[in-house]
């Protein structure tokens, strides 16, 4: 029997059947990306089980390194606290350079229950010690390292940096992009605002801000915080209260309103 074209008919195509079966092939194939990402982030994780590439002094229970990692090196001189999370393409580095014997003390130190945002970097040429419980937002500079520019007939790029310690006391919170430069000395539960350039000593319980940073408020054992907050402290959610309380208590406060 001739086929349909031999008469000079033409057999509709229904676009919608390949228009369904692209969509089901692009959200198949978008599945398994999403699912071999996960694979890969979660294979590449860092963990006192599962070290990777790397050979840290110390490595805590609990403390993962997400994937990608950013640049490390000096690792046997970078002890990591427990319960540490470090974000993706965070910089842990300990030295100048990578390779160099520096001696039998660490260099970098994470306490325990420290949080560095995404991006962050740590450059601890000599000694750099954060507490426990820090939280740096993401993109966040530490560094123990700053050019030189003494002589004024050499670029600053080669003349030899000069290195000074540092210290973040524990319980701080570390602003987005925020810079803490060599010799900054952080007291306990410091705020440290976002985009802020830190030098020198910061006392226990302040917040600074700017660049050069400055104490713009300060707990005062006496007075409280000085200049007073302008918004009431939060209120903790009482133990035993379950997600479903709290979503029938929003809605009796909408209802309320």
Same mark, same amino acid.
Request: one cysteine or more; charged letters at 20%; glycine letters at 14%.
């Given at each position: 029997?001739?086929?349909?074209?031999?008469?000079?008919?033409?057999?509709?195509?229904?676009?919608?059947?390949?228009?369904?079966?692209?969509?089901?092939?692009?959200?198949?194939?978008?599945?398994?990306?999403?699912?071999?990402?996960?694979?890969?982030?979660?294979?590449?994780?860092?963990?006192?089980?599962?070290?990777?590439?790397?050979?840290?002094?110390?490595?805590?229970?609990?403390?993962?390194?997400?994937?990608?990692?950013?640049?490390?090196?000096?690792?046997?001189?970078? @002890?990591?606290?427990?319960?540490?999370?470090?974000?993706?393409?965070?910089?842990?580095?300990?030295?100048?350079?990578?390779?160099?014997?520096?001696?039998?003390?660490?260099?970098?130190?994470?306490?325990?229950?420290?949080?560095?945002?995404?991006?962050?970097?740590?450059?601890?040429?000599?000694?750099?010690?954060?507490?426990?419980?820090?939280?740096?937002?993401?993109?966040?500079?530490?560094?123990?390292?700053?050019?030189?520019?003494?002589?004024?007939?050499?670029?600053?790029?080669?003349?030899?940096?000069?290195?000074?310690?540092?210290?973040?006391?524990?319980?701080?919170?570390?602003?987005?992009?925020?810079?803490?430069?060599?010799?900054?000395?952080?007291?306990?539960?410091?705020?440290?605002?976002?985009?802020?350039?830190?030098?020198? @000593?910061?006392?226990?319980?302040?917040?600074?801000?700017?660049?050069?940073?400055?104490?713009?408020?300060?707990? @005062?054992?006496?007075?409280?915080?000085?200049?007073?907050?302008?918004?009431?402290?939060?209120?903790?959610?009482?133990?035993?209260?379950?997600?479903?309380?709290?979503?029938?208590?929003?809605?009796?406060?909408?209802?309320?309103?």
């Amino acid at each position: 029997m001739a086929g349909t074209a031999e008469y000079g008919v033409r057999v509709p195509i229904n676009q919608n059947v390949f228009s369904s079966l692209t969509a089901w092939r692009r959200r198949a194939v978008s599945r398994a990306v999403h699912r071999g990402a996960r694979w890969v982030r979660e294979t590449g994780a860092v963990t006192a089980e599962r070290p990777g590439p790397y050979r840290f002094r110390r490595i805590g229970t609990g403390t993962r390194l997400a994937f990608p990692q950013g640049t490390v090196f000096g690792d046997p001189w970078i @002890e990591l606290g427990a319960h540490c999370i470090v974000g993706q393409d965070v910089t842990l580095t300990a030295g100048m350079m990578p390779d160099l014997d520096l001696g039998p003390d660490p260099i970098l130190t994470l306490g325990n229950g420290v949080v560095l945002g995404r991006g962050s970097h740590v450059i601890a040429d000599v000694r750099l010690t954060i507490g426990d419980d820090c939280f740096f937002g993401p993109g966040v500079y530490v560094t123990t390292t700053n050019h030189s520019y003494d002589d004024p007939e050499t670029p600053v790029g080669k003349q030899w940096p000069r290195t000074d310690p540092v210290v973040i006391g524990p319980g701080g919170w570390i602003g987005t992009g925020a810079v803490i430069l060599p010799g900054a000395r952080l007291g306990r539960n410091v705020v440290v605002a976002a985009g802020a350039v830190v030098r020198g @000593e910061v006392p226990d319980h302040a917040v600074v801000a700017g660049a050069p940073a400055r104490i713009v408020r300060r707990w @005062e054992p006496a007075e409280g915080w000085q200049p007073p907050l302008r918004t009431p402290a939060p209120v903790p959610i009482p133990e035993g209260v379950t997600p479903e309380q709290l979503v029938a208590l929003g809605e009796w406060d909408k209802a309320q309103g």
